[in-house]
């Protein structure tokens, strides 16, 4: 049974920066209801709405994984420990984006399977063999028919988007040698809970994993965990090692156990740590809404820093307009000029110029905090502050 525990109200398609900011309309179905909810069975968290993949991924999906240093570090330190670990002959990965991982491997070694079509021409035009497909057993039976089976599969950030995990696994089986490997990191939601990440719910996160819930999920498909490494991405994400229950070349570590122990010990399999998640949530966005207020009764001005999908929410939720931050600054070029969804707060190409006259920084992109105060050390040596809503809402 799947019970609600959180409701951020009506939001736009997160990755939709618009070049006019028409208001949106909730009648001409542009406006999404994003409420979250708990399976007492599977303990899996999922979103109620669920918006069919063609909409959200398209030929315009503006996010790059290059974009930002920790990424492409964080990848390049995996590209290492694959070949180290694993050794594949053929790896593949799903949802590859721009090529931030695979371009440490070389072209003959990979498969790149990205739906969105702006993303899967850079791959390809890079000499990588590139898919622009969605992941199914449709695909999963063609990439079978012409290359056999692959050692490792990988996926970040990527099989939380899609709707029917069922045929997301089955697809994996298929096509997975019978000793290989599938990796798959996302945002952990016990980090999600302690941190009061909210911003990690919209559209296109329509689950939320956890060790646990990861756990349950496999073993409907003859699969395993055995290996947990911790990640500080994207605010706290948890990279599972994957296997099939009868290979027994690869011993189950004790990262596996001791992870969901503490989420155990967290209560991550009760209903009530999720009602109490949702009403933290409440609280954290009247205090979030109090800061603003605050600062701009004092005529100061404040820019959003990272126009992150995370933003999105956070904007539409707690009801942050123009009329509180000025514009956004960002550094991927798919979404400069153009509106952070939902409102009509324009997003500025990043220039540290643009800060001069700042008082005060939104962090949109809370995860990259340590990259962004190394950047922009003049704006704090000369007074700005950033606020940020992680773990709670405050000045920093
Ligand atoms: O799962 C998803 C994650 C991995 O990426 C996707 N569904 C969508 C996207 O979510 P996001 O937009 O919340 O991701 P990020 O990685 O937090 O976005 C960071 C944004 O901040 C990018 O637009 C780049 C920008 N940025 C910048 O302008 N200057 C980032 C850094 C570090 C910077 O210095």
Known sequence: MIKKFLDLGYQPLANKYLKSCKKLSIKKKELYRLTVGFDTKTKLVSLFNKIPDRIMFDSNYPYKSSMSKTMTDSFKKLSVEIKKRFNPKLFLEIGSNDGALIKNFNR?????????????KITKGKGYITYNNYWDLNLS??????????DVIYSANTLTHINDLNQVFKSIS?????????????????ECIKKLSYDQFY????????????????????????????????????????????NNKFKIKNTVSKQISTELKFGLANFLTYKKFGISVKKSKNDLIKIFKKIKNKNKKIIGYGATAKATTILNYCNIGDSIIDYFVDTTPDKINRFMPGTKIKIKKYNQKLLDDVNYIYLGAWNFKD???????????????????????KII
Do not use: M, W
């Open 108 to 120: 003959n070694q990979v498969i790149c399977v990205e739906p969105c079509s702006n993303l899967a």
């Open 141 to 150: 039976n063609k990439i079978k028919n012409k290359f056999n089976t692959v």
């Open 174 to 190: 298929n096509l997975l040698t019978q000793d290989g490997i599938l990796i798959i990191e996302d945002p952990s939601f016990l």
């Open 203 to 246: 559209n296109e996160h329509i689950y939320i994993f956890s060790a646990l819930s990861v756990k349950k999920l496999l073993h409907e498909f003859d699969l395993e965990l055995f290996d947990i490494e911790k990640l500080d991405t994207h605010g706290g994400s948890l990279r599972y090692f994957i296997k099939r229950i009868n």
């Open 371 to 393: 990259e962004i105060f190394k950047k922009e050390k003049k704006f704090i040596k000369s007074g700005g502050k950033f606020i940020t809503h992680v773990p709670f809402p």
